[in-house]
């Protein structure tokens, strides 16, 4: 609870950190709030299995802090995990609320590029085969931290793509006794819109 807390304090810092900046600067944008969503490939590290297609969607706040620079924090639905290599039908899935909050410069007027923290919150796991699906979520860890470093391009004022990989820190197993962590990695590409 302690770190749901410091990740939603982080973000409400963030907002009004920029809004007071971005009033006190006059060459700055206004706050432009937007939806973005797309396709998911994830892995856990050190699984004997492939990455997983899964879907991420939310939305955002994107504040600018300069000329060429703003903070987009973000929540989104992510949907992770990983299949087995030997049969694909033995899936790990994870459903997360992830909180990131990106550090992006403009490098072109329409091209930016990304870095930053991911608070991510364990909101569902299961391990699914062929004979049905066990909730795994008592075995892992209830918060993920990673970091993203994307880029994204706007095509008009309101429609752009973007990709972004987040490398999990965190190990995500509970409780574990020697081995390997096992941390997430997500590759991540989709379409954002801004009002």
Do not use: C, W
Request: hydrophobic fraction near 40%.
């Amino acid at each position: 609870m302690k770190k749901i807390l410091l990740g939603l304090a982080l973000v409400a810092g963030t907002f009004s950190f920029a809004q007071k900046t971005s009033t006190n600067t006059a060459s700055s944008s206004p706050v432009r709030f937007g939806l973005k969503a797309g396709l998911n490939i994830s892995t856990v590290s050190n699984m004997d299995a492939n990455s997983k297609a899964g879907f991420y969607g939310g939305a955002f706040a994107n504040i600018p802090v300069a000329q060429d620079f703003s903070v987009q924090p973000e929540v989104l639905y992510s949907g992770m995990g990983a299949k087995d290599k030997s049969n694909s039908s033995n899936k790990l899935n994870l459903d997360y609320i992830a909180v990131p909050v990106m550090f992006q410069y403009n490098a072109l007027p329409n091209l930016y590029l990304e870095a930053g923290p991911q608070f991510g919150f364990l909101i569902s796991a299961k391990a699914k085969n062929n004979s049905g699906s066990v909730d795994v979520k008592d075995n892992l860890k209830t918060f993920d931290f990673g970091l993203g470093l994307g880029a994204g391009y706007y095509f008009t004022q309101n429609i752009g793509v973007n990709v972004r990989y987040v490398a999990g820190l965190t190990d995500i197993a509970k409780n574990r006794i020697g081995g390997d962590s096992s941390k997430n990695g997500v590759f991540q590409v989709g379409l954002a819109y801004k009002f």
